[in-house]
């Protein structure tokens, strides 16, 4: 079967062959990391073999690593360690972070209309807090793949007394990161946007600082994180990081990016590429053109058999604008038109030629048929 | 987990076995406590020269708690009261690579080996005492 | 055993002829877990090369393959507890659907309700979690349990009181193996109108359970318990009528916001297969690894004095022996069996030097519990595997007898409790 082209990697990335072949020895292994015999002790160094990958790739320290549930937990779980500090975060986080803030009464920084988190803003609320507080921003945002300035908010975030968490989830693999010149006290990865298993994340700490565990019992990971190691999904993050600290494929995505937005440029149809002009990730690319949803523009591609998404993964199966366009100061329509293209190691340049034939196809339909798709969604 | 000296002791104990309590000449040991998961009993057979002639040891314990204390009757053998005194829990401890978790085994085996002479000193002393 | 060059038929494979010592070591711990059953695996991998979507992704074919795979692997979960698959969530384990279902009620009810119930014998997880919400003001009574390791029914009637919001008792032990009443428990529960959670990591999959006709409104699963991958797990929170909860993990809202985060198709679509394994085979199973736990457990009683059984004979799950052996120490005893891969107290716990808490719970000495090992007899343990490891064990129990103090003063006579033990 034809599966397409896939172009929605800040979704989900392919296992990499090196993480199914950990993976496959490992699910073979039989023992509980905890225990003392020999079956446990195999378990337990695919574990310890895999921290030290992990750590490597952000240039921390192997005990600072616990291991998660994934990005989402992690995230979590760097929230539930604020101890009563007021929290403040940028208004472009992942839902992951995002939901949690707002429960625990969060302050909102303010992004400028090229995605990048108003640092002046920031500073501002830092100043009116009551307390020092603890800041939640991103690396890299999952939706425009926009490059935040983490280290200069950690500088001043550390010395107005604050603690600092990043999301990183989208930044490894694609950009160097080391946690150290970034200068924050937590970091969120996750494997399987770098080419690891779904299902498995750390929560990375700058140096021994105190963890208050969501998920308590059992004593592992240094009693930050409960519950019996992932063995194998560790394993597979473990030869996923190795491989993703290479960065080796960058500078062809980027090549291979640029050339797509190029020729979208190239149609002389009004369109917008968001946060073009700051740092970007290599392999994103978000615009909104025209009238279209992006439900439709999505659907439409899908049936063309490439695989994109509109918004971040998580709330791409609910109809409603993303978020982070919005943040950006554009309208809703702008926001609900908004499209992401993601790309990975396997995207070629043949890939991006039939993405254009498919959206010049999708741009050409009759704006009747269009208008029909349109008024089935809102209706669904 | 264990070092190669830890599992040698364990497989090959040396000197396990006990002499009779009220023999001539021997000292008797006790020392852990069963609630503890650790209990020794060290012997030692003191000869006319008052130096200990031979040694023997039963342990209930892990099996650093069996290599210290077999380890311990090797090295009583031949001493003097004194010198067989003088064996720290840390000589114990380092010629068996212990891990920081077992320490305690070592610091069992020094008092075994102390709570022996004690024992063969009293006995000692009372049979003078008899004899005067 | 080396599971990779297993295959299905193993469950039933017999002792090679002329060949009497199987493969070492042998694996004797499926409390602590259990190897993937190479039939998940198999199930498992597409999903982690062709399929690899996220099955959040609502817009495109890779989305659609992966979010089908889940929801066949939620069905299959559903079916092995007689639920709906609207009512499973899925987890990344046991420790946490334990840790979501104690805090998440707690949380949603505090309003109204502040005691929750549990039982000294639980899992770390289940008691760790009641002592968080001991710290946030909630108030927990933890129950004993009989010297067979089962809780006595009035007594969980009597605590129950106007102001508890749950009761949390596991189906299964995992070191001692005893099964508790669930019916009884839970028509309890459901005629006091307070919702009823049990951690059943050691129970799907070894015992039928019907979370209707047992009245269980939340109750947790494991996937490497079940021959599954580790990593995954579920909560199956009952609809009707309606157990709400408050959510440990805020993010995308999947699985109905009570768990957010990118869902691990590969390991959802392990744990379904698991556990449609699993309900086929259950019964048969259940035979035999009765029939080599009695062959086990006879073989070690006819040659040794002195061991006993923790833990109620009767009500326990085949697959599950956890003997004290008189005067011979735990962990010593495990440095003389290193073939035979066995547990001194719980996994999560062996690195520490302290006795088991379940063991004490049952009023077995300290020093008797210092004598323990848990045996754990699962799919792929064969008879030719047990005939070994009995003949080592015994072996190795004569041996250390022989250098026991203990041992001695017993044959001798003298009572051990008699004697004035130092303090060290």
Known sequence: MNRGIYMDWNATAPLRPSALAAMSAALQEVGNPSSVHAFGRRARAWVDHAREAVTALVGAKAPLVTFTSGGTEANNLALNTRFNRPLIVSAIEHESVLRPARLAGAQIARVGRNGEIDV?????????????????????????GVIQPVAEIAQIAKSKGAVVHCDATQAIGRLAVDINELGVDYLTLSAHKIGGPQGIGALILGGELPVEPLVQGGGQERNRRGGTENVAAIAGFGAAAQEAATLADTDRIAALRDLLEEKLI???LPLTIFGRSAARLANTTCFASGTKTAETLVMALDLAGIAISAGSACSSGKVRPSHVISAMGFDAATAGSAIRVSLGWQNSQADIDQFIAAWSRVQRAGLARSDAADARISAA | MYSDKVVDHYENPRNVGGFGKEEAGVGTGLVGAPACGDVMKLQIKVGADGRIEDARFKTFGCGSAIASSSLAT?????????????????????????????????????????AAIKDYREKAGSADKAAE | MNIANQNQKTATKDALPGANVPKLPIYLDYQATTPCDPRVVEVMLPYFTEKFGNPHSRNHQYGWDAEAGVEKARAQVASIIKADEKEIIFTSGATESNNLAIKGVAHFYKDRKNHIITTVTEHKCVLDSCRHLELEGFEVSYLPVQQNGLIDIEVLRKAITPKTAIVSIMAVNNEIGVIQPLAEIGNICRAAGVFFHTDAAQAVGKIPIDVDAMNIDLLSISGHKIYGPKGIGALYVRRKPRVRLEALIHGGGQERGFRSGTLPTPLCVGLGEACAIAEKEMGAEAERLKKLSKRFYDGITAKLSEVYLNGDAEHRIPGNLNLSFAHVEGEGLMMGIKDLCVSSGSACTSASLEPSYVLRALGVEVEMAHTSLRIGIGRFTTEQEVDYAVEHLVQAVLRLREMSPLWEMAQAGIDIKSIQWAEH
């Not at chain 1, 100043?127 to 890299?140: C, E, H, I, R, T």
């Not at chain 2, 891990?99 to 305690?104: R, Y």
């Open chain 2, 74 to 114: 090797e090295w009583v053998k031949g001493k003097t009261l004194d010198e067989a005194e003088t064996i720290k829990n840390t000589e114990i401890a380092q010629h068996l690579s212990l891990p920081p978790v077992k320490i305690h085994c070592s610091v069992l085996a020094e008092d075994a080996i102390k």
């Open chain 1, 120 to 144: 002046a803003h920031l500073s501002h609320l830092l100043d009116k807090a009551a307390a020092p507080a603890f800041v939640s921003v991103m690396l890299a945002n999952n939706e425009t």
């Open chain 1, 266 to 268: 190239g149609f002389g």
